[in-house]
């Protein structure tokens, strides 16, 4: 089992960037596809991008221009660099790693974005 450590969040004004990151304890070659997903209380986790292990992106259409996914197979990470942000953007960030065995999921970390 992999274990996912997520880091980079906090509070930024609206316009400003943040850079998330998520640590797998072991090889994230297995698997293909590593993504970041946010959720806000009260509604569904949503996806926010995607890599897969060849380096195929998918973005949400609204991060489209403003974030960048990102995956560093040598240092078994997966980041996430957020551009001029928007208070709709405040959420917890999530990180996943899956391929048809496993799916796992890190602890998250809050993002807030002040207006």
């Known amino acids: 089992q992999v274990q996912l450590v997520e880091s980079g969040g906090g509070l930024v004004q609206a316009g400003g960037s943040l850079r998330l990151s998520c640590a797998a304890s072991g090889s994230i070659d297995s698997y293909n596809v590593m993504g970041w997903y946010r959720q806000v209380p009260g509604k569904q986790r949503e996806l926010v991008a995607t890599?897969?292990?060849?380096?195929?992106?998918n973005y949400s259409d609204s991060m489209k221009g403003r974030f960048t996914i990102s995956r560093d197979n040598a240092r078994n990470t997966v980041n996430l660099q957020m551009n001029s942000l928007k208070p709709e953007d405040t959420a917890v960030y999530y990180c996943?790693?899956?391929?048809?065995?496993?799916?796992?999921w890190g602890q998250g970390t809050q993002v807030t974005v002040s207006s």
């Open positions: 996943n790693v899956w391929n048809p065995l496993h799916d796992y």
């Open positions: 890599i897969t292990r060849g380096g195929s992106t």
